[in-house]
């Protein structure tokens, strides 16, 4: 599991580093929710390439521990959403609003947390 989560860490690192340029490069160009909205995309592609390159070194298989994997992912991920937004000055409004899948892609980037690490297993044949 500890592996799992340096694994999360890098993922994290990776997509932070995604959002700062996505701001600086994208956002000026097509606007804050057109640059979500294809930066949504990017980042899953990101978090399954990352995911799938190293879930063997965390000599996880069973489905079991695989789905726990994801479920630490997904909450730390949570987390780790929420603290960005608080740090950046968003009011509870807006971190509500993050929550919501019809607003906001928080929740959705939890679920694809969940899964990443079985979808990961599964295209490398692990498990």
């Known amino acids: ?11 994290m690192l990776a997509e932070t580093i995604h959002g700062v340029l996505r701001g600086f490069l ?8 057109m ?13 399954l390439a990352i995911a799938t390159l190293a879930i063997r070194w965390t000599g996880l298989a069973s ?10 992912w997904a909450v730390l ?3 780790f ?7 950046r000055g968003l009011g509870g409004a807006a971190l509500a609003g993050a929550l919501n899948p019809f607003t906001g892609s928080v929740l959705w980037s939890a679920t694809l947390m969940l899964a990443a690490p079985f979808i990961a297993a599964r295209l490398r044949g692990v498990g």
């Open 1 to 11: 599991m500890a592996r799992g989560l340096l694994i999360w860490l890098f993922i």
């Open 26 to 33: 994208l956002e000026p160009r097509v606007g804050s929710h």
């Open 35 to 47: 640059a979500e909205r294809v930066g949504w995309p990017v980042a899953a592609v990101l978090v």
């Open 63 to 72: 489905r079991r521990q695989l789905l726990q994997l994801g479920a630490v």
């Open 77 to 79: 991920t949570l987390l």
């Open 81 to 87: 959403e929420l603290a960005i937004g608080a740090l």
